[in-house]
């Protein structure tokens, strides 16, 4: 349905910020939710946050506060900025779309991924 590239991924100290984008292709998806997940070596897929068509967001607990997604359809991108960034927020981040309006926080609401981008937070 769609191509989802991720990029911005990297190493930083715990406290500081990383901004991850998505670079969709292959469709419109302007009416389309979109998301982020992330996971560790040897854990499960995890939720992050997710942003609806119209711009509305709702984040995981464990990142609310210090991550904030956006999106721009005029240039098919997604963001996501990571501040106060801690070592468990380390992992592989995920960009991912959905085929319906609005999307929640399980795996199966998203229909295509992009293949990750790396995040290592230091102590």
């Known amino acids: 349905q769609v191509q989802l590239v991720e990029s911005g991924g990297g190493q930083v100290q715990a406290g500081g910020s990383l901004r991850l984008s998505c670079a969709a292709s292959?469709?419109?998806?302007?009416?389309?939710?979109m998301g982020w997940f992330r996971q560790a070596p040897g854990k499960d897929r995890e939720f992050v946050g997710t942003?609806?068509?119209?711009?509305?967001?709702f984040y995981a607990v464990s990142v609310r506060g210090r991550f904030t997604i956006s999106r721009d359809d005029a240039k098919n991108m997604m963001y996501l900025q990571m501040n106060s960034l801690k070592p468990e927020d380390t992992a592989v981040y995920y960009c991912?779309?959905?085929?319906?309006?609005?999307?929640?926080?399980?795996?199966?609401?998203?229909?295509?991924w992009g293949q990750g981008t790396q995040v290592t937070v230091s102590s």
């Open positions: 292959g469709r419109t998806f302007s009416s389309d939710a």
């Open positions: 942003i609806s068509w119209s711009g509305g967001t």
């Open positions: 991912a779309v959905a085929q319906r309006p609005v999307a929640g926080s399980w795996s199966h609401e998203y229909s295509d």
